[in-house]
């Protein structure tokens, strides 16, 4: 069996006299300590660093737009707009909230059972469920309630369920808009949370209701391991996170797999469109890609709200 071989010193380009195993990520040209200038992966040289600062115009984003001055801003809002909702909820009856009711997401409409708050009467039609007298119809998006895919991924009851889903949200919210920028952290929030109702228009009991903004939160998932794999970065820690939080939704009771899976795809594939544009027309290339993502979006929802109808 052969020796191992060791690794090869070579000269810094910029000062020769110097061995060093270090080579710049951009160039490949071998680098000494005092050359070597921390990148978001490995080390680049002196000429490289310079040429990227003259390639991204100030204050650009790594992928187009303005930079943020403040990353949490964006977050800071959704987050109290999910805690607006889910008080207003409390106050108008919790669990029993009609205001729950119109804003969390319910495929089709269904009869629910006034004595028994959180039953209802199967496949029951409004006509029937007019007939009982412990019948209320609860209008869903079959019905006309279409603001229900947007609006269900801000309503929350549990204060476990908006807790854990907002300290999600702040944990991923920052880091996401220092790397999009505000408009396109918003985008993939938006689309991920629709993606993820479309998912559970289509497979979901059209008579069950869906809430909160897991959908979103693993769109946020999504879209973060799209870009650790864009600047090469370790992906482990965000596969191990995202592995466990999978098979949490598939092995515990009352979670919308439907919901998570839909909306983790959803923003993977809105954050895809942003970093892998083209620098040539980036910013159009990307905003036609996020607007054909959401008309497929949308037509799969007419598609689906014909056939519940």
């Known amino acids: 069996m052969s020796a191992p071989q060791q690794p090869v010193a070579y000269g810094c380009y910029r000062h020769p006299d110097r061995p060093t195993y270090i080579r710049c990520q951009r160039c490949g040209r071998p680098i000494c300590g005092d050359c070597m200038i921390s990148a978001a992966v490995g080390f680049q040289c002196p000429e490289c660093v310079a040429a990227g600062a003259r390639d991204t115009r100030q204050n650009e984003g790594s992928y ?18 999910n805690a607006a909702i889910w008080v207003a909820i409390l106050l108008t009856g919790g669990s029993g909230s009609k205001l729950g009711d119109q804003l969390a997401l319910l495929p089709s409409g269904r009869c629910n059972s006034l004595g028994q708050p959180g039953s209802y009467y199967p496949n029951a039609t409004q006509s029937v469920c007019t007939m009982l007298s412990d019948g209320s119809w609860q209008p869903g998006v079959a019905q006309g309630d279409w603001w229900q895919l947007l609006t269900s991924a801000f309503t929350h009851v549990e204060p476990l369920h908006i807790g854990f889903n907002m300290l999600a949200l702040w944990f991923l919210g920052p880091t996401l808009e220092r790397a999009l920028g505000r408009a396109r952290f918003l985008a993939v929030y938006l689309l991920a949370a629709l993606a ?14 869906t809430l909160g903004a897991s959908g979103a939160i693993f769109g946020l998932l999504g879209a973060l391991l799209v870009i650790a794999h864009k600047v090469h970065g370790d992906v482990r820690n965000i596969l191990v996170w995202l592995g466990i939080n999978i098979a949490f939704t ?5 979670i919308s797999w439907q919901g998570h899976i839909g909306g983790l795809i959803g923003g993977a594939l809105a954050a895809a469109i942003i ?14 890609g996020l607007a054909g993502v959401l008309v497929v979006l949308l037509v799969l929802i007419a598609v689906r709200v014909a056939q519940l109808g």
Do not use: C, E, H
Request: positive net charge; charged residues 15%; aromatic residues 8%.
């Open 64 to 81: 187009g737009g303005l930079r943020s001055t403040n990353p949490a801003a964006t977050t800071i809002t959704l987050i109290a707009i």
């Open 196 to 209: 993820g109702s479309t998912a559970v228009l289509w497979l979901s009991d059209p008579q069950s209701q």
């Open 250 to 254: 598939f092995m515990g009771n009352g």
């Open 275 to 288: 970093v892998y544009a083209p620098r040539k027309d980036r910013t159009r290339t990307q905003w036609l």
